[in-house]
T-cell receptor
Framework: DQQVKQNSPSLSVQEGRISILNCDYT??????FLWYKKYPAEGPTFLIS?????DKNEDGRFTVFLNKSAKHLSLHIVPSQPGDSAVYFC??????????FGPGTRLSVLP | DGGITQSPKYLFRKEGQNVTLSCEQN?????MYWYRQDPGQGLRLIYY???????QKGDIAEGYSVSREKKESFPLTVTSAQKNPTAFYLC?????????????FGAGSRLTVL
């Protein structure tokens, strides 16, 4: 049973618009969350993180929102650019435990 | 440039053969990890090591083995006991021994069993 779910396998967005990638989790002990971005044939690269003491973290065009009561987090990319086209993984961890990764969402930003 | 180097990038294996995937890092990170990626699934942890000469099984360790004789190296052997070894393998490292540190990944190795 997947503890971290990304229910949209793919998402297409027009360049300049907002991209919203969603992630749901089942383990209420998760307290730290990461988003990674992965291009084909490359390793994932770290994008942004959030701990459970916050509900929002922002870094440039990227903002992550955490709703602990709903066990849901989302990554917003504004404005979306063609270079953002990649697979995005959500990951979560309990204190002192290894990260659990979601299956990923493939984002396509159309020019 | 500091980073993680995985080799080979592509590897083909006949059934019944063991293969070893190399992972070297020059980031001076204490912890190293091996993940497996399959289509439609998240990254699944195979093995991890927080210090030299010590390693722990992850969620899917069966059919794999590792060693950590040097801080910068963490090779993964895919043995003939691994029933479905065709996958994309990712090595990662993180500073210190706190497992929630952000992971830095290598570019990956794609293993195909013929």
């Amino acid at each position: 049973d997947q503890q971290v779910k990304q229910n949209s396998p793919s998402l297409s967005v027009q360049e300049g618009r907002i991209s919203i990638l969603n992630c749901d989790y089942t383990n209420s002990m998760f307290d730290y969350f990461l988003w990674y971005k992965k291009y084909p044939a490359e390793g994932p690269t770290f994008l942004i993180s959030i701990s459970s003491i916050k509900d929002k973290n922002e870094d440039g065009r990227f903002t992550v929102f955490l709703n602990k009561s709903a066990k849901h987090l989302s990554l917003h990319i504004v404005p979306s650019q063609p270079g953002d086209s990649a697979v995005y993984f959500c990951a979560a961890s309990e204190p002192g435990q290894n990260f659990v990764f979601g299956p990923g969402t493939r984002l396509s930003v159309l020019p | 440039d500091g980073g993680i180097t995985q080799s080979p990038k592509y590897l083909f294996r006949k059934e019944g053969q063991n293969v070893t995937l190399s992972c070297e890092q020059n980031l001076n990170h204490d912890a190293m990890y091996w993940y497996r990626q399959d289509p439609g699934q998240g990254l699944r942890l195979i093995y991890y090591s927080q210090i030299v000469n010590d390693f722990q099984k992850g969620d899917i360790a069966e059919g794999y083995s590792v060693s950590r004789e040097k801080k910068e190296s963490f090779p993964l052997t895919v043995t003939s006991a691994q029933k479905n070894p065709t996958a994309f393998y990712l090595c990662a490292s993180s500073p210190g021994t706190v497992v929630t540190n952000v992971l830095t990944f290598g570019a990956g190795s794609r293993l195909t069993v013929l």
